[in-house]
């Protein structure tokens, strides 16, 4: 039954969702909704002002500019576009052009502390470039070619400014005395991790508080090595108890947040300390990166969360799991900000996860928090995500056809939910549902590479293999433009190993190859990039190639009996038949019998001339499955190299009987008749093949042979001639067909 599910109206103000992307960091959206705003309002000086800024962000200064230049022709009394201008040109080296612009920034706005700093800012350029032609001893500094005098005029104006604004305006100075930091932490049996969490933030923090739920290993041992406080606190099933506990022991000016499955990245400590000492907020989102493996190279998931925050005693967490402390700041009017620190962490790798339990712990703990607020879209979200982790689809897609009405692009966990729907959907077989809503999402607003990634899933699983690529694309192309929160795999591997299952899918193999080799680039050991590589080389006939992806897909999946046989087969290709031969034994020795596994190693047994054993295993693959085509042909080849015609024809016979379309019956009876000196009946049997498989150039060859032994010799021409056609490399049938037009000349 199709999921019912009540979605929301497309969201029409662009320029407040382009401010919401801004303040987010999500370049492309910003620009992509500003866009939108100014088609509907071309002189939205602030909707300029702010597009300009997201295009510089994502490093596009020179459209930037001109948006501006816009902006102040549009409003020569607005002050912003004037300051972003002088800041776009001060990078740029053109410092006393920014000068100018920043003085009349400043002019405009002289009680705006950002424009008093950047005109400051400009002044230590213009002090800087003075030194420097000094130094040079010459006229002209080397930054833009202005003069010495003309600097030195321009440094008097920007000083007569910034003595008069100082007479009169009161600009805050950076606080002289170092702000105190608290790490504080909630643990329990942690031995094994806590170590490195605690040295990696050790040189930053002045304090480390631990409150400890049950340890029963060495936790606290290790917590106490790094003089931290420790405090037993008996678990109340909620993580926010347990976090404010700990926050409420803390002595410093600012709490940092962190588990003991984390790592502070080494550059973050002097982002901390800078966004503590010069303050723009009260509380700070951080980059967390979730790692699947141990390493860091390894697949990420990015995702950001308040860790920092001032030390107040009204900002408290919320939520028995998944807590979070952002609203207790809103309500108590607290600022939030977003830093560049990183903090690594660990809990979510396959081994963590199992050993924990999270999934079942967490799944109860939302459960009780979604009775006390039944319209909480974060529980909801979080709820949905669990029960998706778990594998428990349909009670996901319950609570997801309660959250999507809720969501919109404004919620930085909002495409996430449409990601989750599309994978419930998928799993359970429904992916046009999924394809149906994702488009929705686009539409209303939800621009992001996992969106597109998910859309380009949902249309791979229905064999919609072009659409698929274009959207994979997209994801790619969005991934690389600009810093964004989600699995950063969906814009890289992932992406690149979908699109090269769509052009298996269509057939392209080069393209398979091209693809795979992306993937391999970033993940060597990527099993999956590796299968797909075997099988693109096998069609493409370079059974080398495909030797060594198999061999390194078997390296990382020893017990893939699938694959194994796969590379026997390889092997076969390439005449190794030993070695097939012991592929296919290891086969039926680990994996049981199977009719496929008898008949290939049958096959690779009479290739070697073992013709009597050949011969056991194609009847018991015959007698495990009567109606194997290929078993039956090969054991008529067997039979034909053991001597034994009648037998052998019977064997081809039947094949025929089964199928009587099954071209290589006719080609292999051909062969056996060929090679009694049967010329017409072969003939015969070469010509009811090519019926149903016109394109084999050797079936052309081997008719050709016929005529020619039958003294036919146009008519064996004709069919080299149609061989060459279909292989013009085959020096066979060059050499027979000039050997055919010499009989014809003779016999003229």
């Given amino acids: 039954m199709p999921l019912k599910i009540k979605t929301s109206e497309p969201v029409v103000n662009a320029k407040d969702l382009g401010m919401q992307a801004l303040k987010e960091r999500n370049w492309l959206e910003a620009v992509d909704h500003f866009h939108r705003a100014l088609d509907h309002n071309p002189t939205d000086v602030e909707a300029l002002n702010a597009l300009a800024n997201a295009l510089c962000a994502l490093g596009n200064t020179r459209e930037a500019r001109s948006v501006l230049g816009r902006a102040v022709a549009l409003q020569p009394d607005f002050a912003d576009p004037y300051r972003n201008l002088a800041v776009l040109l001060a990078r740029e ?3 006393l052009e920014a000068a100018e612009i920043a003085c009349k920034a400043f002019e405009l706005a002289p009680d705006c502390s950002a424009n008093f700093q950047v005109l400051n800012d400009i002044r230590s350029l213009l002090r800087s470039a003075v030194s420097k032609g000094k130094k040079g001893r010459r006229k002209k500094t080397r930054e833009a070619g202005y003069t010495l005098e003309q600097i030195n005029s321009c440094l008097s104006r920007i000083n007569r400014i910034m003595r008069t604004a100082a007479a009169s305006q009161s600009y805050s100075k950076a606080v002289s005395i170092r702000p105190s930091i608290s790490l504080c932490m909630i643990v329990k049996n942690e031995e094994s991790v806590l ?34 406080q420790v405090y037993n606190y008996e678990w109340t099933d909620s993580f926010s108890d347990a976090r404010n506990q700990a926050i409420s022991r803390a002595h410093g000016d600012w709490i940092l947040v962190l588990d003991a499955d984390e790592r502070l990245d080494p550059s973050a400590h002097k982002v901390i300390r800078e966004a503590i000492t010069k303050p723009v907020a009260d509380a700070y989102t951080l980059n967390i990166y979730n790692y699947g493996t141990e390493s860091e190279n390894a697949g990420v998931f990015i995702h950001r969360t308040c860790r920092l925050f001032r030390n107040r005693t009204e900002y408290r967490y919320e939520g028995r799991v998944h807590e979070r402390i952002t609203s207790s700041i809103e309500r108590s009017g607290g600022k939030l900000a977003h830093i560049s620190a990183i903090i690594h962490h660990y809990g979510y790798k396959p081994d963590v996860v199992q050993e924990k339990q999270k999934h079942e712990r967490y799944i109860q703990l939302l459960l009780a928090d979604l009775d006390e607020n039944p319209n909480d879209v974060f529980c909801l979200y979080n709820l949905s995500s669990a029960y998706t982790s778990a594998g428990n689809y349909e009670k996901a897609l319950e609570y997801l056809a309660k959250v999507v009405p809720l969501v919109s692009p404004r919620h930085e966990f909002g495409y996430a939910v449409y990601c989750l729907l599309t994978q419930a959907l ?5 992916p046009d549902e999924a394809i149906t809503l994702l488009k929705h999402a686009v539409q209303t607003g939800f621009h992001h590479p996992e969106v597109y990634f998910q859309l380009g899933t949902a249309l791979l699983l229905t064999g919609e293999y072009e659409d698929a690529i274009d959207n994979f694309l997209i994801a790619v192309r969005m991934g690389e433009k600009a810093f964004w929160i989600g699995d950063q ?18 057939g392209e193999f080069p393209k398979v190859i091209q693809y795979c080799e992306k993937v391999i680039k970033l993940r060597p050991e990527d099993a999956k990039a590796h299968e797909l590589l075997a099988l693109a080389y096998m069609c493409t006939g ?11 897909y078997l390296d990382m ?4 009996s699938q694959v194994l046989c796969r590379l026997g087969e390889t092997l076969l290709a390439q005449q190794k038949y030993e070695r097939a031969e012991r592929i296919f034994r290891k086969t039926l020795a680990s994996n049981g019998e199977s009719a496929t596994a008898h008949m290939s190693l049958a096959d690779s047994l009479r290739l070697q001339g073992k013709l009597e054993e050949a011969e056991k295993h194609y009847l018991r693959a015959i007698e495990l499955e009567p109606e194997c085509i290929d078993a039956h042909i090969g054991l008529g080849k067997n039979y034909h190299a053991l001597g034994d015609f009648h037998a052998a024809l019977e064997c081809f016979a039947k094949c025929v009987d089964m199928n009587p379309k099954c071209a290589n019956a006719y080609f292999s009876a051909g062969d056996l008749l060929y090679s009694i000196g049967r010329y017409q009946e072969a003939a015969d049997a070469y010509q009811n093949g090519l019926t149903y498989y016109p394109t084999h150039a050797a079936g052309f060859l081997a008719l050709g042979n016929c005529y020619f032994n039958m003294q036919a010799f146009e008519a064996a021409a004709l069919a080299y001639r149609q061989s060459l056609s279909l292989d013009p490399g085959c020096k066979q049938a060059s050499s027979n067909l000039g050997l055919c037009l010499d009989r014809l000349r003779q016999v003229a």
């Fill in 93 to 95: 080296g053109r410092a």
């Fill in 195 to 228: 170590s490195e969490c605690l040295s990696s933030a050790r040189d930053l923090v002045d304090e480390v508080v631990v409150v400890d739920t049950g340890s029963t290993d060495g936790t606290i041992e290790v917590a106490k090595s790094y003089n931290a």
């Fill in 426 to 430: 998928c799993n359970l077989g429904r």
């Fill in 489 to 506: 795999d969906v814009a890289g591997y992932k992406a690149f190993l979908a699109i090269a299952s769509c052009y298996m899918g269509i």
């Fill in 542 to 552: 370079d059974f080398t190639r495909a030797e060594h992806h198999i061999q390194r």
């Fill in 557 to 560: 999946n020893p017990e893939d």
